[in-house]
């Protein structure tokens, strides 16, 4: 242990929202502890977590101030195009046949032409993650260690960690996910609700190369996205009824290939698996309060979200960024950092721009992932608006890019 037991934050949960902020607070100045349940050896195999990230440009920005994206930079494929189709693969090869209710988002459309974000495998973001709070002299980490009780008293909380340890802090930040137990023996309710859908995840190698086009098909089942990877691979997320996804999930290597290559339609070439398949059962948790006393919640343990719009760890990206501004600013003035007062200002900042987020994710699914007519009627209409109008594309591209509203200093545009 490089500190004692005593921290000015304890962080429970060392994933990608727990470990990014134990790197952005340490730089800040803050002498944190980092628990997670998981053994890092374990955290850092690509057997441990299948999936990619469309990481935004805003959040990119953060892993380039904390010094973290040389480490992935080699690794992460620029998105370059998104295209939104209304049924199965009608896709920018296809001259003259793009269904009108197509949408195209081009990053050329945006003044400084950045790309729409960047697709990066969650093992090497992970990687330069756990690297970076391994380093850092102002971060210890209890790994494997799980937390077992928590006390929030007047003038500090205490973590208690199940081999007995326990560890000290004016504030405790909960990052341990969906299911966060932090959350509850806080008694801070959630909202939440299954959509009986289950997101199957695998990678592709394909023929042709994807030049930088993220895919995603509305599908009656629920929403086929193919996010572009290096070297001519890419990650699906396939969701499907939760009834009818073990089927898929058990069919042979050469049937699920199969099924995949009808989906995709014939623009990247042969199709041939490149990794194991995933499976996550999709739901959605919205805490209805991001704070407590001496602690504050980040990440998935305050909003669990449909990865319909590849924006749940976005979301968490920008409350760590927002919370590092927070505790910066009361610590400069001599406040407690674990006072109510100080955490409202975090809660002001995110809960309402998240649940914004959550929210309209979630009816994005509602709205696509059905066949019925009216329905159909009503979003192609609405697709068919926002394709035509420059300034409404531009908006939904800087959400893309969670660059909109007010950005805390590690999200800051340059200049
Ligand atoms: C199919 C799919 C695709 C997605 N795609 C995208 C995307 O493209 N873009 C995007 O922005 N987001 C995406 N997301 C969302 C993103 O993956 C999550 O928001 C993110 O991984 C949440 O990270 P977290 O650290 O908050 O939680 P978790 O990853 O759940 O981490 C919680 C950590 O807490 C630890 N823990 C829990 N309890 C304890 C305890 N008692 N003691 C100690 N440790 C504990 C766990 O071991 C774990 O390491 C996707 C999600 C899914 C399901």
Redesign the pocket.
């Known amino acids: 242990m490089k500190n004692g037991d005593n921290f000015d934050i304890v962080i429970?949960?060392?994933?990608?929202?727990?470990?990014?902020a134990a790197a952005a607070l340490a730089r800040a100045g803050f002498r944190c502890a980092v628990?997670?349940?998981?053994d890092p050896a374990k955290?850092r195999k690509a057997a441990f977590?299948g999936?990619?990230?469309?990481?935004?440009y805003a959040?990119a920005r953060v892993f380039r101030r904390l010094g973290l994206w040389d480490a992935v930079a080699d690794e992460a494929e620029p998105i370059r195009d998104i295209l939104v189709t209304d049924g199965r693969a009608k896709n920018r090869f296809d001259k003259g046949t793009v269904s009108s209710f197509a949408l195209h988002f081009d990053s050329a459309e945006l003044e400084d032409n950045t790309p729409l974000g960047w697709?990066v495998e969650?093992r090497f973001l992970r990687e330069s993650i756990l690297d970076a709070i391994e380093q850092d002299e102002n971060i210890s980490v209890f790994?494997p260690?799980?937390?077992?009780s928590a006390v929030f008293n007047d003038g500090a909380a205490e973590i208690t960690?199940?081999d007995g340890r326990t560890l000290k802090g004016a504030l405790v930040i909960a990052?341990?996910?969906?299911?966060?137990?932090?959350r509850g023996e806080a008694a801070i309710k959630t909202n939440e609700w299954r959509y009986r859908q289950t997101?199957i995840?695998i990678t592709v190698a394909h023929e042709r190369p994807h030049e930088g086009v993220a895919q995603e098909f509305f599908l009656p089942s629920g929403p086929f996205a193919i996010?572009p990877m290096t070297e001519n691979r890419s990650s699906l997320?396939w969701t499907e009824r939760e009834d009818a996804a073990p089927a898929y999930l058990a069919l042979d290597d050469e049937a699920f290939r199969t099924e995949i290559e009808n989906r995709f339609g014939p623009y990247l070439g042969a199709v041939s698996l490149a990794g194991p398949r995933?499976s996550?059962p999709?739901a959605f948790t919205l805490a209805q309060s991001y704070i407590a006393p001496r602690l504050a919640l980040?990440?998935?343990?305050a909003h669990?979200?449909h990865?319909i719009?590849?924006?749940?760890?976005?979301?968490?990206?920008k409350d760590i960024a927002a919370l590092v501004d927070v505790l910066v600013e009361a610590r400069g003035v001599g406040l407690d950092i674990g006072a109510m007062t100080v955490l409202q200002n975090y809660q002001r900042w995110r809960r309402f721009d998240s649940a914004t987020l959550a929210l309209g994710t979630d009816l994005l699914n509602r709205l696509f992932s059905n066949d019925f007519p009216p329905l159909r009627f009503a979003r192609d209409l609405g697709m068919g608006a926002v394709g035509k109008i420059a300034p409404l594309r531009k908006m939904f591209m800087r959400h893309a890019g969670a660059d909109l509203g007010s950005l805390p200093s590690l999200m800051a545009r340059e200049g």
């Open positions: 429970v949960g060392g994933g990608l929202a727990g470990g990014l628990v997670d349940a998981a955290m977590d999936r990619t990230t469309a990481v935004s959040s697709i969650n790994a260690a799980k937390r077992s960690l199940a990052a341990d996910g969906r299911f966060s137990s932090l997101g995840v996010l997320v995933w996550y999709l980040i990440g998935d343990a669990a979200i990865p719009a590849g924006q749940g760890y976005n979301l968490g990206v």
